[in-house]
């Protein structure tokens, strides 16, 4: 598929002129409360046969071992997305972010806090850089901002970026507004720079920059030396059409129950094999990389039957998988039951076919958790990563209140869960949202960002899993995959 290039959509006007932030050292406001770790507390009970655990408590399958869990402190929001270097794990927050000290799993330190508010704060860490998502109006890209009805034309979102070099002093040195601001958003890497991807969609009823068709993704270019002169450098366009809506899915009522596509809600690379996978809405979309300010849709594939909302992606090691989620209810509803059924807010998994531009996405199975949760529960399939053993596809997950579930697709046609961790529902007479946004494998343990009880740390003991504890790296950053193995896979 051509790729078009489209003008850059102008960003909504600031209320304060970047630079002079800059220049007044761009506030933000830093937390000091410190506290050690506490393992889980009287709540916990034994593996469950399958039981429903009660309110505050927790099962697990037998080759999970609960280690650690750091409850919420200063920060009141809810906690989103986890990134990784060394001995450090940052964590989103709503209100801010997290950075904790993991030297001893068991017991995680709390190494500052951010006030930074800005929903949902997606989060990730290059070098001395830190990158942080807003995708709320904004009075102004400062910390100090308040949030603000986005009939405001002084609104802001976007990106912001800060300085991690003292890690219990984080500083905020760059922001970057970008059309319809940044829901979530994907580092690809490079020596002397690092290309932010910032996906985003609509419609707005008040911004002409937000409404269809807002069809492509902001790329930033940040200079490792200067990242107060990061910049949007492009807007390709991924879903090129005459209509309205561009090229994409168009959604309801064409096709009932999916959402139309104006945009992506995230993407995944894969720096290694010059590829991405773009969750977008409506779409599921294969990419090249290879010039990492000009992305190239190789293929695109829809599931009007059973996908509602193209959230996430992952993709096995050796590049010829993909699996997709689908976030039925926008993670705020109950779909892990009888009545929802196992294909729908589920993961789809695909195989990688064919070579170069003439790879295809072709559809194998659903994966959903087997266990039926309770009506006040919502859970659905969200934020996972590979847990890197050779020569296996296996990856850990977040389902929400959901819990936790490790499983393997090696078999693409024929996944299976091999284990999980899950509290009880937070309420017995109401939807109320929680459980895992994210949970992901880092050098021997499993990390899950719990909406509402903070950081739980997880280590899975099982014959499967256990050749990934010789893998160890330097950072990670989920959405953007690692090459494990190098040149030995």
Same mark, same amino acid.
């Given at each position: 598929?051509?790729?078009?290039?489209?003008?850059?959509?102008?960003?909504?006007?600031?209320?304060?002129?970047?630079?002079?932030?800059?220049?007044?050292?761009?506030?933000?406001?830093?937390?000091?409360?410190?506290?050690?770790?506490?393992?889980?507390?009287?709540?916990?009970?034994?593996?469950?046969?399958?039981?429903?655990?009660?309110?505050?408590?927790?099962?697990?399958?037998?080759?999970?071992?609960?280690?650690?869990?750091?409850?919420?402190?200063?920060?009141?929001? $809810?906690?989103?997305?986890?990134?990784?270097?060394?001995?450090?794990?940052?964590?989103?927050?709503?209100?801010?972010?997290?950075?904790?000290?993991?030297?001893?799993?068991?017991?995680?330190?709390?190494?500052?806090?951010?006030?930074?508010?800005?929903?949902?704060?997606?989060?990730?860490?290059?070098?001395?850089?830190?990158?942080?998502?807003?995708?709320?109006?904004?009075?102004?890209?400062?910390?100090?901002?308040?949030?603000?009805?986005?009939?405001?034309?002084?609104?802001?979102?976007?990106?912001?970026?800060?300085?991690?070099?003292?890690?219990?002093?984080?500083?905020?040195?760059?922001?970057?507004?970008?059309?319809?601001?940044?829901?979530?958003?994907?580092?690809?890497?490079?020596?002397?720079?690092?290309?932010?991807?910032?996906?985003?969609?609509?419609?707005?009823?008040?911004?002409?920059?937000?409404?269809?068709?807002?069809?492509?993704?902001?790329?930033?270019?940040?200079?490792?030396?200067?990242?107060?002169?990061?910049?949007?450098?492009?807007?390709?366009?991924?879903?090129?059409?005459?209509?309205?809506?561009?090229?994409?899915?168009?959604?309801?009522?064409?096709?009932?129950?999916?959402?139309?596509?104006?945009?992506?809600?995230?993407?995944?690379?894969?720096?290694?094999?010059?590829?991405?996978?773009?969750?977008?809405?409506?779409?599921?979309?294969?990419?090249?990389?290879?010039?990492?300010?000009?992305?190239?849709?190789?293929?695109?594939?829809?599931?009007?039957?059973?996908?509602?909302?193209?959230?996430?992606?992952? $993709?096995?090691?050796?590049?010829?998988?993909?699996?997709?989620?689908?976030?039925?209810?926008?993670?705020?509803?109950?779909?892990?039951?009888?009545?929802?059924?196992?294909?729908?807010?589920?993961?789809?998994?695909?195989?990688?076919?064919?070579?170069?531009?003439?790879?295809?996405?072709?559809?194998?199975?659903?994966?959903?958790?087997?266990?039926?949760?309770?009506?006040?529960?919502?859970?659905?399939?969200?934020?996972?990563?590979?847990?890197?053993?050779?020569?296996?596809?296996?990856?850990?997950?977040?389902?929400?209140?959901?819990?936790?579930?490790?499983?393997?697709?090696?078999?693409?046609?024929?996944?299976?869960?091999?284990?999980?961790?899950?509290?009880?529902?937070?309420?017995?007479?109401?939807?109320?949202?929680?459980?895992?946004?994210?949970?992901?494998?880092?050098?021997?343990?499993?990390?899950?960002?719990?909406?509402?009880?903070?950081?739980?740390?997880?280590?899975?003991?099982?014959?499967?899993?256990?050749?990934?504890?010789?893998?160890?790296?330097?950072?990670?950053?989920?959405?953007?995959?690692?090459?494990?193995?190098?040149?030995?896979?």
């Amino acid at each position: 598929m051509p790729l078009l290039t489209r003008p850059l959509p102008r960003p909504r006007a600031r209320r304060r002129r970047l630079g002079a932030l800059v220049a007044a050292g761009l506030l933000c406001t830093l937390l000091t409360t410190t506290q050690a770790g506490a393992a889980p507390g009287p709540g916990t009970t034994a593996p469950s046969p399958g039981g429903v655990p009660a309110p505050d408590g927790i099962v697990h399958s037998a080759n999970i071992e609960p280690v650690a869990s750091l409850p919420n402190q200063a920060l009141p929001g $809810f906690n989103t997305d986890i990134a990784f270097q060394g001995r450090y794990a940052f964590a989103g927050n709503f209100d801010g972010f997290r950075i904790f000290d993991m030297s001893v799993p068991a017991s995680p330190k709390t190494v500052a806090q951010v006030f930074c508010p800005g929903w949902q704060n997606d989060i990730s860490v290059s070098g001395n850089l830190l990158f942080l998502s807003t995708d709320s109006s904004r009075s102004d890209d400062s910390c100090a901002s308040t949030e603000q009805p986005e009939t405001e034309k002084s609104s802001w979102e976007g990106m912001k970026v800060f300085d991690i070099s003292d890690k219990a002093n984080p500083k905020y040195v760059a922001a970057v507004e970008t059309p319809c601001g940044s829901h979530t958003h994907t580092l690809v890497p490079e020596r002397r720079s690092v290309y932010i991807y910032v996906s985003s969609y609509g419609p707005s009823a008040t911004y002409p920059d937000c409404r269809p068709p807002l069809d492509g993704i902001s790329v930033i270019k940040v200079p490792r030396g200067a990242p107060h002169k990061a910049a949007v450098v492009g807007f390709p366009v991924l879903f090129p059409g005459d209509g309205p809506d561009g090229g994409g899915n168009p959604g309801e009522p064409t096709h009932p129950g999916v959402t139309k596509t104006t945009g992506c809600h995230d993407i995944t690379v894969l720096p290694s094999e010059d590829l991405a996978a773009g969750a977008c809405m409506g779409d599921g979309v294969l990419l090249d990389i290879a010039d990492p300010e000009r992305p190239r849709v190789i293929d695109q594939v829809q599931d009007n039957v059973n996908f509602a909302f193209w959230h996430s992606a992952t $993709f096995n090691q050796k590049a010829d998988k993909v699996v997709f989620t689908d976030e039925l209810g926008g993670g705020g509803a109950a779909t892990c039951n009888a009545e929802i059924g196992p294909d729908r807010g589920a993961d789809g998994i695909y195989d990688i076919v064919g070579k170069g531009d003439r790879r295809k996405l072709v559809f194998r199975s659903y994966y959903k958790i087997p266990r039926h949760q309770t009506a006040t529960e919502n859970c659905v399939a969200h934020n996972g990563s590979l847990i890197p053993v050779k020569g296996k596809d296996i990856m850990v997950q977040a389902w929400y209140q959901g819990g936790v579930s490790v499983w393997d697709f090696t078999d693409s046609a024929r996944p299976r869960e091999i284990a999980y961790f899950e509290r009880g529902p937070l309420t017995t007479d109401a939807v109320a949202w929680g459980g895992s946004w994210s949970a992901y494998y880092y050098n021997g343990h499993i990390y899950s960002s719990d909406l509402v009880k903070g950081l739980d740390v997880l280590k899975i003991n099982d014959r499967r899993t256990d050749p990934a504890r010789k893998i160890r790296l330097r950072e990670l950053n989920v959405q953007t995959q690692p090459d494990y193995f190098g040149a030995d896979d």
